[in-house]
């Protein structure tokens, strides 16, 4: 489980209610049926609106997954790899990696460690990388946009929320009692909508990029790997160009290590 995320979520709950008690305003205030439907139904009506059922079949997915750790291997795991396979293929061949293309999980370094293995053009292979890389941060955006266009749209539909309990606060002018309720009602809707655009859709939507950008990350740094191993560089020279992909205090470590 991703810990972050939960300690946000949960956080962010903590924050909102202790402070409206804190505030003096009563937690009842909050059951407001109507304005949940505004915020909450709006919202999702406004996705269903802006996005084809393909892509909104995905979110739950995408919500799940800003709760678990990526599953990727570690970038010191793929500099190790990338260093065994150059030995063996500077040793038995490039045609020898071949028994090692089905110990390797990741479809994408696969299919490269494959056309490399075919003897493919080196600008062919690295086109196609590319490529592939193109079009997954292509979806991965598409994908997280949905979040992102929750979170724009709440917030105004918080506005239209109190509005609406502002029309209905103003048909009880007669009754300071009522109104004041009323009014304090009206407001609900603005609640729900800054918080759920706040605390919840657009920072899940960040913790996607994120991911997003890991990934895509590593995917370079097996590119990178691949076309060297393509263009039989020693391990040492390998090690050096892969080693750009790791943070600094993770190559001190793994010079201790070595």
Not at 29 to 53: K, Y
Not at 132 to 156: C, D, F, K, N, W
Request: one cysteine or more; hydrophobic letters at 50%.
């Amino acid at each position: 489980m991703e810990l972050s995320t939960i300690i946000g979520v949960v956080a962010g709950f903590i924050s909102i209610f202790v402070g409206m008690v804190l505030k003096g305003a009563p937690l009842t205030a909050l059951n407001n049926p109507a304005a949940f439907l505004i915020i909450i139904g709006g919202t999702f009506s406004c996705l269903f609106i802006g996005f084809p059922m393909s892509e909104l079949k995905k979110l739950p997915k995408l919500i799940s997954m800003t709760f678990k750790k990526p599953a990727m291997q570690s970038r010191a795991e793929l500099l190790q790899l990338f260093i065994e396979l150059s030995q063996i293929a500077r040793r038995e061949g490039i045609l020898a990696l071949e028994n090692k293309v089905q110990d390797i999980d990741d479809p994408f370094f696969k299919s490269g460690l494959g056309m490399v293995i075919d003897g493919m053009d080196p600008d062919f292979v690295g086109d196609v990388l590319d490529a592939e890389l193109s079009v997954m941060q292509q979806r991965h955006m598409y994908a997280r946009s949905i979040l992102t266009q929750a979170g724009t749209y709440a917030p105004t539909l918080g506005v239209l929320g109190a509005v609406v309990g502002l029309i209905a606060a103003l048909g009880n002018l007669n009754d300071i009692d009522k109104l004041g309720h009323a009014i304090a009602a009206a407001f609900v809707a603005t609640i729900l909508g800054i918080f759920t655009a706040y605390v919840l859709w657009l920072p899940l939507s960040n913790k996607l990029k994120g991911l997003s950008d890991q990934e895509i990350s590593q995917k370079r740094m097996i590119i990178e790997g691949i076309l060297s191993l393509q263009a039989g560089d020693s391990p040492t020279a390998i090690e050096a160009k892969l080693m750009v992909f790791i943070p600094q205090s993770e190559r001190e470590a793994l010079k201790k290590e070595g």
